[in-house]
Each structure stands twice: as C-alpha cells, then as structure tokens.
C-alpha cells in the first residue's frame, strides 16, 4: 500500500486504510512513508505488510503480487499496476492536469468524495466511483478525550497550506486583536498524535478556502466534528457537498468576509454559544449520514 500524502491528510488516513483493507485482504501490501507519515504507516503496518521510505521507492521492484493504494495522482510521477486511487484534494486545478489524468486512466479503481469532482472526472472519461468520507469509528480522538469548553485553550483553530488568500483572511483576524484566542498551524504541519493533542484543546476550527471556487473539504471537517470541535466554513463550489453539511457546520458567508469587525463579532459569538449540547447535536446529524465501510460506493446522477 501507498501512502505519501501532505501532512494535514496523515491523522485520518488511517480510518481510509481500514475500510480498504477488508476488500483487499487476499493481497500483499507494501507501504510507503515520508517524514510525516511514518507514525501513519506504523500504525496501520500488519502482519506481513512492508515499510520503505519513500525516497527509497524507485529501489524497489514492483511486484504484481502486491497491490498499492495512494491519495495523490496530481503529485506522482509513477504508478503501479495494481493500483487503486482514493481521491481526497479540494483542489480544483488538478482536473486540468495530464499527469493526474493519466494517473486515473491507469488505476484499477478511483473513488472520489464528491459528486460535482465524480461529473467533472467523467466528462474526462474517467469511470470514477463516488465514496463520500463519512463518519467512522476510527476519527475518534482514543488517547486524547475531548476536554470540558471551559478548560480549551484555543477559542479557534486553522490547519492547513497558507496560501495568498488564506494569508489575508487569517491576517485581517489577528490585525484587528480579537478577543480570543486563535491558533495558526501553517502548511499541515500538524498530524497524528500533535493534530489529537490540538482539537482536544480547541473550540472551534476555521475551514478556508484555498481558492474562490474551492471544494469542500469534508477530511478535515469530519474529524473534527467527531471529536467535539465547531467547525466554522465558508461555502465551497460544491453545493451538493454544502447541502448535506448544513446541519454540521456554521456558514460564513461572503459579506461577513469582507468585514474585519463582521467576521472578528461572527467567531466570537459562535465561540461564546458553544455548548456540549450543541458539539454532540453536531456530531449527531453526522452520524446521521452514516458511516464508512470498505470500498462500496454511491450512485450519482450525471
């Protein structure tokens, strides 16, 4: 199996492992790892599966007696023949791609989480299969319980690759001295046991567009309104995706954007209505969409 993924993806990969390993038991599994995942690729190691550094890979014989299981057909510049693709990046530019189209031609099986990505793949021709991140068991925070709100020291959070866009909405935040706390982890460099450690002391997380027309990114959302953090969101291009996380997450809408004082009142109200009640109602309608099981998947209409 394969795994080499940006650090904000490593804490939850885990929970993908599992519901794949079920369908693919018959095979061998040999997995690889970089700096940030080798916590990742131990945890998930079973009897008989194989650990290689990544940087280690192109030492190594593909064997066809082995299958491979990646996330990231954008950023790799090789594939192998068994090989299937669970497509997990918001990031709208990708479909434009050659490599990553190529990448999917050539994969035994692709799921994606979204039904706007699954129609965009297959006027690309691409026989892509819709697998929406759901809840699971294994989002759960086993060694860090959430902790009382009171007793949180982040009032809010942001993870992820600070970009131009993201750089000014977090600034025009902290230029303004909110009255609370928030926490800026830049570039993913947060996973694992570090990223555990962060939601069971935070409130609230802040979920950001990368770009204007950004998708939805339900990894980062469903683990943490697994473990008892609000999630505050803007609206993604996917308005399916939207639809469904209505009873989840709080909206920040455009014309609260534009505003440092609106946006600044905006997450200071959510964080100062944030009950226990309100984190399980939340996790609740979660759950509420089901839950994740090995590799089926879900129709879309095209």
Same mark, same amino acid.
């Given at each position: 199996? /394969?795994?080499?993924?940006?650090?904000?993806?490593?804490?939850?990969?885990?929970?993908?492992?599992?519901?794949?390993?079920?369908?693919?038991?018959?095979?061998?599994?040999?997995?690889?790892?970089?700096?940030?995942?080798?916590?990742?690729?131990?945890?998930?190691?079973?009897?008989?599966? +194989?650990?290689?550094?990544?940087?280690?890979?192109?030492?190594?014989?593909?064997?066809?007696?082995?299958?491979?299981?990646?996330?990231?057909? !954008?950023?790799?510049?090789?594939?192998?023949?068994?090989?299937?693709?669970?497509?997990?990046? &918001?990031?709208?530019? %990708?479909?434009?791609?050659?490599? /990553?189209?190529?990448?999917?031609?050539?994969?035994?099986?692709?799921?994606?989480?979204?039904?706007?990505?699954?129609?965009?793949?297959?006027?690309?021709?691409? !026989?892509?299969?819709?697998?929406?991140?759901?809840?699971?068991?294994? /989002?759960?925070?086993?060694?860090?319980?959430?902790?009382?709100?009171?007793?949180? $020291?982040?009032?809010?959070?942001?993870?992820?690759?600070?970009?131009?866009?993201?750089?000014?909405?977090?600034?025009?935040?902290?230029? !303004?001295?909110?009255?609370?706390?928030?926490?800026?982890?830049?570039?993913?460099?947060?996973?694992?046991?570090?990223?555990?450690?962060?939601?069971?002391?935070?409130?609230?997380?802040?979920?950001?567009?990368?770009?204007?027309?950004?998708?939805?990114?339900?990894? %980062?959302?469903?683990?943490?309104? $697994? !473990?008892?953090? %609000?999630?505050?969101? +803007?609206?993604?291009?996917?308005?399916?995706?939207?639809? &469904?996380?209505?009873?989840?997450?709080?909206?920040?809408?455009?014309?609260?954007?534009? $505003?440092?004082?609106?946006?600044?009142?905006?997450?200071?109200?959510?964080?100062? $209505?944030?009950?226990? +009640?309100?984190?399980?109602?939340?996790?609740?309608?979660?759950?509420?969409?089901?839950?994740?099981?090995?590799?089926?998947?879900?129709?879309?209409?095209?």
């Amino acid at each position: 199996m /394969f795994i080499g993924v940006k650090d904000e993806y490593s804490p939850v990969l885990v929970s993908v492992y599992n519901f794949f390993k079920e369908e693919i038991s018959l095979f061998s599994m040999k997995i690889l790892y970089n700096n940030s995942c080798f916590q990742l690729a131990k945890a998930i190691k079973a009897d008989g599966d +194989e650990l290689y550094n990544v940087l280690d890979y192109y030492d190594i014989q593909l064997d066809e007696s082995y299958i491979y299981i990646h996330f990231m057909p !954008n950023i790799m510049h090789w594939q192998p023949k068994k090989c299937i693709i669970y497509l997990v990046d &918001t990031e709208e530019e %990708r479909h434009k791609c050659l490599l /990553f189209q190529c990448n999917l031609r050539s994969a035994h099986i692709v799921y994606d989480f979204s039904p706007m990505n699954i129609r965009k793949l297959r006027k690309l021709e691409i !026989n892509a299969h819709y697998k929406p991140i759901k809840y699971h068991p294994s /989002f759960h925070n086993l060694n860090h319980p959430p902790k009382l709100i009171s007793q949180r $020291t982040n009032a809010v959070v942001f993870i992820g690759l600070v970009n131009t866009r993201r750089l000014n909405i977090l600034n025009m935040i902290t230029a !303004n001295k909110p009255p609370f706390r928030i926490l800026i982890i830049q570039n993913g460099h947060c996973f694992d046991e570090e990223l555990e450690k962060v939601m069971v002391d935070t409130v609230m997380c802040l979920n950001i567009n990368q770009y204007d027309n950004g998708g939805f990114a339900a990894l %980062r959302v469903v683990p943490m309104v $697994t !473990n008892r953090v %609000r999630v505050l969101s +803007e609206h993604s291009s996917d308005q399916e995706m939207d639809d &469904t996380y209505n009873n989840i997450v709080d909206w920040i809408y455009p014309h609260i954007l534009e $505003t440092p004082k609106i946006l600044i009142q905006f997450i200071y109200n959510c964080f100062q $209505t944030t009950t226990k +009640e309100l984190l399980d109602k939340r996790f609740d309608s979660l759950k509420e969409l089901g839950e994740m099981s090995s590799l089926s998947y879900e129709p879309v209409d095209d």
